[in-house]
């Protein structure tokens, strides 16, 4: 403090501390993991050298940032209405709970634009079966 007041025109420089803190918020900021970009609504439930189990929750009005999903089994524990977002447009999905279905790789922002909580378990795949993302795949893959 007394550096400064003596040096007004000088700046501190900023702690280690200060500086890995502020890089780990911009890394998770621009991350494509989801865990890292949205930890309030991602959490890893089991991860080995084959998948990676994610439990994904939220409530009506709540947004994602954009984040990116290898080709996955979605299973869906509850009902909910969704808008999934991508730069080649969005679409509305109606989800109910129970069922298990193919999300091909993908990258997308989501809306929970129901009245419903969303709750979801993700299996992504790793290695070479996890693909990746295509342009106009947005969504699961449903009957």
């Known amino acids: 403090m007394r ?5 007004p025109g ?3 420089r900023a702690s280690p501390v200060r500086c890995a ?4 918020i911009v890394s998770a ?3 494509d993991d989801p865990v890292a970009s949205n930890p309030e609504h991602y959490r890893v439930l089991f991860e080995n050298e ?3 189990v994610l439990d994904y929750t939220d409530t009506p009005g709540t947004r994602t ?5 290898p080709n996955s089994v979605m299973v869906t ?3 909910f209405d969704r808008r999934l977002h991508t730069p080649a447009g969005s679409r509305d999905v109606t989800l109910t709970a129970a069922h298990a279905m193919w999300l091909p790789a993908q990258r ?3 809306e929970n634009i129901g009245s419903t909580p969303t709750h979801v378990i993700f299996i992504e795949l790793k290695g070479a079966g996890a693909g990746s993302p295509a342009e106009r795949s947005v969504g699961p893959v449903t009957p």
Do not use: Q
């Open 3 to 7: 550096a400064a007041l003596r040096n």
């Open 10 to 12: 000088r700046r501190r």
């Open 21 to 24: 803190r502020r890089e780990r």
């Open 29 to 31: 900021m621009n991350s």
């Open 50 to 52: 084959h998948v990676r």
């Open 65 to 69: 940032t954009p984040h990116s999903h």
């Open 77 to 79: 524990l509850s009902d």
């Open 108 to 110: 997308h922002a989501g």
